[in-house]
C-alpha cells in the first residue's frame, strides 16, 4: 500500500516574465495603393472580397494610351486586389490615391426637383456624386414624390399653424413637407414642418393613441416656411432671359429669348432660344453673344425664365430643333412665391393636404440602377436628402 504525500498550505512564489514594452505589428494584413474609378480618396478602406472591391472603387482605372501596344493602358489596382482573393486572401486595406487638386465631384441634378438656396431663393437641386472622378458621367438620376395624406386643417395662415389628427408619431414629424391642394383654387400651399405638438393627451390607464381602437391624437403643427405654387398658361411674355444649371453645376444663361404657346399642347410654352449664325451683330462690330444652351437642358430639368419684371420656372418636357438650327425648350411653366396669395383659400374646409417624401433612382450606363426612398426634403428630417454621406465621410475612421 502506497501512501500519498500530502501538500501543506503555505506560501508560493512565482516568478512572472515581464511584458513585453514594445508589441510586435501584425505581419499578415496585407494593403494595396493604386489609382482606382471611384471610392475615397487617401482613407484605407477594407475589403473582403473581389465584389466588394467592385463596389467602392469601380471598374479598373483608365490611366493612359500605350502607344507601344496599341491600346488603353488600365491601373494595376483592381488586378492585384483580385489576385490576391483567387490566391486564397480573405482581408486587405485598399488606398486610393489621386491629385486632390485636379479631382472634381460631379453634381447630379434632380429632375422636377427645386432647392432654395442660400439666400432664400429656389435653385434647381443638384446632389454631388459620392466620389471623385468622371465614374459618375454616365449617371443617370430619376425623382419622384411618394405623397401620403394626413389630416390638416388651417388655423393661421400668418403665422403657418396646423389642427391635425395622426395615428402615432411617426406620421408626421420635424422636417415633413407638406403640400396642401385646394379644390376651388388653383394655388398650391407647400409647407416645410417645423414642429408638432399634442394638444389632448392620452388617459393614463388607456391605449395608446392609434392603438387597436384606432383613435387619433389630435396634434398642432408649426410650419417653418411656406411656399405658394400655381401652374400658369399665359405666355411669360415675348423677349427674356433664361437660366439653366447644365451637367458637373455648370450655369448656363440665354438672352434675348422669344416664348410662345406651344402649338397643339395646352398648357404648354415653346421658348425659342435662337440661333447663333442667326444673330445680327453689336453695334460696335463685336460679334453678338451666345443665346443658345451649351448643352441644351434635358427633360425633366428646372429653367427659370425672367421675362420683364415676371419670374417663371419651366420644367422641360421635350427640347425641340427650329428651322433655323436653333434649340427651343418645350415644358410646363409655373409660378412659385413666399407672398400669400391676395385671396388665400384659408377656410376651405376640403383642403387635402399630404405628406410628401422623395423616391430616388439612379442608373448607371450598363443598365445597373439603385433606389432610395422614404427621404425627406428639409435639414430637419431624420433622411433629409442633403445628408447623404459620401464615400470619404462614409469610409472615415469615426
Same mark, same amino acid.
Given at each position: 500500500?502506497? #501512501?500519498?504525500? $500530502?501538500?501543506?498550505?503555505?506560501?508560493?512564489?512565482?516568478?512572472?516574465?515581464?511584458?513585453?514594452? %514594445?508589441?510586435?505589428?501584425?505581419?499578415?494584413?496585407?494593403? /494595396?495603393? @493604386?489609382?482606382?474609378?471611384?471610392?475615397?480618396?487617401?482613407?484605407?478602406?477594407?475589403?473582403?472580397?473581389?465584389? %466588394?472591391?467592385?463596389?467602392? /472603387? !469601380?471598374?479598373?482605372?483608365?490611366? @493612359? *494610351?500605350?502607344?507601344?501596344?496599341?491600346? #488603353?493602358?488600365?491601373?494595376?489596382?483592381?488586378?492585384?486586389?483580385?489576385?490576391?482573393?483567387?490566391?486564397?486572401?480573405?482581408?486587405?486595406?485598399?488606398?486610393?490615391?489621386?491629385?486632390?487638386?485636379?479631382?472634381?465631384?460631379?453634381?447630379?441634378?434632380?429632375?422636377?426637383?427645386?432647392?432654395?438656396?442660400?439666400?432664400?431663393?429656389?435653385?434647381?437641386?443638384?446632389?454631388?456624386?459620392?466620389?471623385?472622378?468622371?465614374?459618375?458621367?454616365?449617371?443617370?438620376?430619376?425623382? =419622384?414624390?411618394?405623397?401620403?395624406?394626413?389630416?390638416?386643417?388651417?388655423?393661421?395662415?400668418?403665422?403657418?399653424?396646423?389642427?391635425?389628427?395622426?395615428?402615432? =408619431?411617426?406620421?408626421?414629424?420635424?422636417?415633413?413637407?407638406?403640400?396642401?391642394?385646394?379644390?376651388?383654387?388653383?394655388?398650391?400651399?407647400?409647407?416645410?414642418?417645423?414642429?408638432?405638438?399634442?394638444?389632448?393627451?392620452?388617459?393614463?390607464?388607456?391605449?395608446?393613441?392609434? +392603438?387597436?381602437?384606432?383613435?387619433?391624437?389630435?396634434?398642432?403643427?408649426? !410650419?417653418?416656411?411656406?411656399?405658394?405654387? $400655381?401652374?400658369?398658361?399665359?405666355?411669360?411674355?415675348?423677349?427674356?432671359?433664361?437660366?439653366?444649371?447644365?451637367?458637373?453645376?455648370?450655369?448656363?444663361?440665354?438672352?434675348?429669348?422669344?416664348?410662345?404657346?406651344?402649338?397643339?399642347?395646352?398648357?404648354?410654352?415653346?421658348?425659342?432660344?435662337?440661333?447663333?449664325?442667326?444673330?445680327?451683330?453689336e453695334p460696335d462690330g463685336s460679334s453678338p453673344p451666345h443665346v443658345q /444652351?451649351?448643352?441644351?437642358?434635358?427633360?425633366?430639368?428646372?429653367?427659370?425664365?425672367?421675362?420683364?419684371?415676371?419670374?417663371? *420656372?419651366?420644367?422641360?418636357?421635350?427640347?425641340?430643333?427650329?428651322?433655323? +438650327?436653333?434649340?427651343?425648350?418645350? !415644358?410646363?411653366? /409655373?409660378?412659385?412665391?413666399?407672398?400669400?396669395?391676395?385671396?388665400?383659400?384659408? #377656410?376651405?374646409?376640403?383642403?387635402?393636404?399630404?405628406?410628401?417624401?422623395? $423616391?430616388?433612382?439612379?442608373?448607371?450606363?450598363?443598365?445597373?440602377?439603385?433606389?432610395?426612398?422614404?427621404?425627406?426634403?428639409?435639414?430637419?428630417?431624420? $433622411?433629409?436628402? +442633403?445628408?447623404?454621406?459620401?464615400?470619404?465621410?462614409?469610409?472615415?475612421?469615426?
Amino acid at each position: 500500500m502506497t #501512501q500519498t504525500a $500530502r501538500r501543506l498550505p503555505g506560501i508560493r512564489f512565482e516568478k512572472q516574465a515581464p511584458p513585453l514594452q %514594445e508589441v510586435l505589428p501584425r505581419m499578415d494584413i496585407a494593403g /494595396f495603393v @493604386g489609382f482606382a474609378a471611384s471610392g475615397p480618396i487617401d482613407v484605407p478602406v477594407p475589403v473582403e472580397d473581389a465584389s %466588394e472591391f467592385a463596389a467602392i /472603387f !469601380g471598374v479598373d482605372a483608365a490611366i @493612359g *494610351w500605350d502607344a507601344s501596344a496599341g491600346e #488603353q493602358a488600365y491601373a494595376f489596382l483592381g488586378p492585384a486586389v483580385r489576385a490576391f482573393f483567387r490566391n486564397g486572401g480573405r482581408r486587405c486595406w485598399v488606398v486610393r490615391v489621386a491629385d486632390t487638386a485636379d479631382a472634381k465631384v460631379d453634381e447630379l441634378q434632380l429632375p422636377g426637383i427645386a432647392a432654395v438656396g442660400a439666400h432664400g431663393k429656389l435653385e434647381p437641386a443638384v446632389l454631388p456624386a459620392r466620389s471623385e472622378g468622371s465614374w459618375a458621367d454616365g449617371l443617370r438620376v430619376s425623382a =419622384s414624390l411618394e405623397p401620403t395624406p394626413v389630416q390638416l386643417q388651417i388655423r393661421s395662415l400668418a403665422h403657418l399653424t396646423f389642427d391635425g389628427l395622426v395615428a402615432s =408619431s411617426g406620421d408626421l414629424a420635424a422636417g415633413d413637407l407638406v403640400r396642401i391642394s385646394f379644390p376651388t383654387s388653383a394655388w398650391t400651399l407647400l409647407v416645410s414642418v417645423k414642429s408638432v405638438e399634442a394638444t389632448v393627451a392620452s388617459p393614463p390607464d388607456g391605449p395608446p393613441p392609434g +392603438g387597436p381602437d384606432g383613435r387619433l391624437q389630435a396634434v398642432t403643427v408649426t !410650419g417653418d416656411e411656406a411656399w405658394w405654387v $400655381r401652374l400658369t398658361t399665359a405666355t411669360p411674355g415675348r423677349h427674356g432671359h433664361l437660366h439653366y444649371l447644365g451637367p458637373h453645376g455648370a450655369m448656363h444663361a440665354a438672352a434675348g429669348v422669344v416664348a410662345e404657346p406651344a402649338p397643339g399642347d395646352e398648357g404648354l410654352v415653346r421658348i425659342s432660344l435662337g440661333s447663333d449664325a442667326a444673330s445680327p451683330p453689336e453695334p460696335d462690330g463685336s460679334s453678338p453673344p451666345h443665346v443658345q /444652351f451649351v448643352p441644351p437642358p434635358q427633360p425633366g430639368a428646372l429653367v427659370r425664365g425672367v421675362f420683364a419684371t415676371r419670374t417663371v *420656372w419651366i420644367e422641360v418636357t421635350d427640347v425641340d430643333v427650329d428651322a433655323d +438650327g436653333g434649340s427651343a425648350v418645350v !415644358g410646363t411653366p /409655373f409660378q412659385v412665391t413666399k407672398t400669400t396669395p391676395a385671396h388665400p383659400p384659408s #377656410q376651405a374646409p376640403d383642403a387635402y393636404a399630404e405628406r410628401l417624401t422623395l $423616391r430616388l433612382a439612379v442608373t448607371d450606363d450598363i443598365g445597373a440602377s439603385v433606389v432610395l426612398s422614404g427621404l425627406g426634403f428639409a435639414p430637419a428630417h431624420p $433622411r433629409f436628402v +442633403g445628408t447623404l454621406p459620401g464615400d470619404a465621410a462614409l469610409y472615415a475612421e469615426p
